[in-house]
């Protein structure tokens, strides 16, 4: 079965607003959580991590939260802007495998 | 220099023939991986290599080879393509591997066969 879930396909916000997007995993060993940002026809592009041992990171826009008991973890963008606009791409995994498992991910549009 | 590449961008290729594409870092990076994409699919990790050790995942450990003659390179060979195998291929590298290391993905090869 898919390790990590993203549940909505595409999201729409306006602009200023704030983009919440979701992430849910199987594996309540996992202890690393990413976020990554892909334009069309480019590679993921490292956005935010965090670790099993806090709650919450924020970087300027980007907050990341971490429910472990519910297995679940969110990107919050607060200020919306049209730039962005793109694919964005959950990941998990456990801290001394090599390997991350992926969402599907979720098409953010931000309308100005 | 912080950028992965990968040769071709773009491969088209006959259903039965070989298929060999390329990937290189000059990161001097432990691990090099590679994952398959396909449209409304997440990225799937096929194999990666922690330094000379390859590593398959076990459901296409028949479908793919690799190779990685020195630290820089590392190839992904299909010895003969199916059409089930149309999709974008990434390559990453990650400084030495494990899930905290962040890994630096390469713009994809698009392969089509037909």
């Known amino acids: 079965g898919q390790q990590v879930k993203q549940s909505s396909p595409s999201l729409t916000v306006q602009e200023g607003g704030i983009s919440i997007l979701n992430c849910d995993y199987e594996?309540?060993?996992?202890?690393?959580f990413a976020w990554y940002k892909k334009y069309p026809d480019n590679s993921p592009t490292l956005l935010i991590s965090?670790?099993?041992?806090?709650d919450k990171r924020e970087d300027g826009r980007l907050t990341v939260f971490l429910n472990k008991s519910g297995k679940h973890f969110s990107l919050h963008i607060t200020a919306s802007q049209p730039e962005d606009t793109a694919v964005y791409l959950c990941?998990?995994?456990?801290?001394?495998?090599?390997?991350?498992?992926f969402g599907k991910g979720t098409s953010l549009t931000v309308i100005p | 220099d912080t950028t992965v590449k990968q040769n071709p961008r773009y491969k088209l290729a006959r259903v039965g023939k070989p298929v060999n594409l390329i990937c290189s870092q000059t990161?001097?990076?432990?691990?090099m991986y590679w994952y398959q994409k396909k449209p409304n699919q997440a990225p799937k990790l096929l194999l990666f290599?922690?330094?000379?050790?390859?590593?398959r995942e076990a459901d296409t450990f028949e479908k793919f080879q690799s190779s990685r003659p020195n630290n820089s390179f590392c190839s992904l060979y299909i010895g003969s393509a199916g059409l089930e195998y149309s999709a974008m291929y990434l390559c990453?590298?990650?400084?030495?591997?494990?899930?905290?290391?962040?890994?630096?993905f390469g713009p994809g090869t698009r392969l089509l066969v037909l």
């Open positions: 990453a590298s990650s400084r030495r591997g494990g899930a905290r290391d962040t890994q630096y």
């Open positions: 594996n309540d060993m996992f202890d690393y």
């Open positions: 965090v670790r099993s041992n806090v």
């Open positions: 990941a998990a995994g456990n801290t001394g495998y090599q390997n991350f498992y």
């Open positions: 990161m001097n990076h432990d691990t």
């Open positions: 290599y922690y330094d000379k050790i390859l590593n």
